[in-house]
């Protein structure tokens, strides 16, 4: 199943920005280095899964120097119960693509 997120504050620059649209796969499998989605009494939060450990996931922040950031580092492991899902794609901002088209040149 999926669902998603939107992405507030800047703990997670220059990877996610505040206002990112992500699509998450709830209950998929985590491995080391996912970006995950959790769940925190204050609410929801996305992190990467830096380890697991014998509490649960340790979570933490891209940005370890944004305001009001808050991680494991804050709150200890999380639960895996307390883990959403795993964040699969970012879909807003839409990533321009460009087509390499060779320029012909007249002569």
């Known amino acids: 199943m999926l669902t998603t997120v939107r992405v507030v504050g800047d703990s997670m620059l220059p990877v996610l920005r505040p206002g990112d649209c992500l699509l998450v796969r709830r209950g998929a499998a985590v491995r080391e280095g996912d ?5 925190r009494p204050h609410g929801l939060i996305v992190k990467r899964a830096f380890r697991r450990t014998s509490e649960g996931w340790w979570l933490e922040s891209d940005n370890q120097n944004a305001p009001g950031r808050r ?7 999380v639960p895996e119960s307390d883990i959403v899902g795993r964040v699969v794609l970012r879909y807003w901002p839409r990533v321009a693509f460009r087509l390499a088209v060779p320029r012909l040149r007249a002569r």
């Open 35 to 39: 970006l995950v989605v959790a769940r």
């Open 71 to 77: 991680d494991s580092w804050d709150f200890g492991a």
